[in-house]
């Protein structure tokens, strides 16, 4: 018996050592960026982009008084939201896109808390992400409340432990009518996770990959939709309700 032990013991170390590098290995390939998301990544006269410890993106015309944090979707290259984080910069808005560890906004919900120290001239802040980001991003809304303003869900919902009702923050949620991963009979099951006012928008066409450039996202099979990537319609997000 005395012997057994400690192999019992070795064995469970073993397999919970499989298990972690099977995780970092899962976790380490990650979708995109298109060419056109490099693209967006060189500045010009209108747009200044840093690429340092996060994706920086702010317009070289003003000096922006509110800030957007946008976090990645689960293994999706951050450089995917460089088109969307640009298209914003250039409103005036200074956006964060922060690398997550393992592609995984899971590792990362407190990210906001340093953008936002790093940032302290801005004085109005709104954090949102897309899928498990959005999910993520909530969370970090629910627990710093007095330092966020506002929450975009794009593709994505609170987690039932930490519902947005439980404080006055504004909400908007985009959703994409083809989205075989985050439906919207999905969203709708779980209204009572969101505020009375949110704002809600659906993108007719539109599917999960849409909201990045990534390239085609392999959705659940037994979904009715295909997994394209529609990339006009977020030029215009604003004309679809």
């Known amino acids: ?5 400690p192999r019992m013991g070795m064995g469970l170390l073993v397999i919970v050592c499989l ?4 995780f970092v290995i899962w976790g380490l390939p990650s979708l995109g960026p298109m060419p056109e998301a490099r693209q967006a990544l060189i500045s010009d006269e209108s747009v200044q982009v840093g690429t340092g410890k996060w994706l920086v993106f702010q317009s070289t015309q003003d000096t922006p008084t509110a800030g957007l944090i946008l976090y990645p979707g689960g293994r999706v290259d951050y450089r995917s939201y460089a088109p969307l984080a640009r298209m914003l910069a250039e409103q005036g808005y200074l956006v964060v896109i922060p690398r997550m560890p393992l592609n995984l906004a899971v590792l990362g919900v407190n ?10 001239s801005v004085g109005i802040w709104v954090v949102g992400g897309h899928s498990l980001g959005g999910a993520m991003a909530a969370s970090y809304a629910v627990d710093h409340a ?17 519902p947005l009702t439980e404080n006055s923050i504004p909400v908007l949620s985009i959703t994409a009518s083809e989205d075989g991963l985050t439906t919207v009979e999905k969203i709708r099951a779980i209204y009572d996770l969101f505020p009375k006012g949110t704002k809600w928008v659906t993108i007719e066409g539109g599917n999960h990959a849409g909201f990045g450039w990534y390239g085609d996202q392999q959705e659940m099979e037994w979904h009715r939709f295909p997994a394209k990537n529609n990339k006009i319609w977020l030029s215009s997000p604003s004309t679809n309700s």
């Open 1 to 5: 018996m005395k012997q057994v032990a």
């Open 146 to 162: 007095d330092q966020v303003d506002g929450v975009f869900l794009l593709a994505a919902y609170p987690a039932e432990s930490k």
């Open 111 to 120: 990210s906001a808390a340093q953008i936002i120290e790093a940032y302290s």
């Open 19 to 22: 298990g972690m590098i099977g």
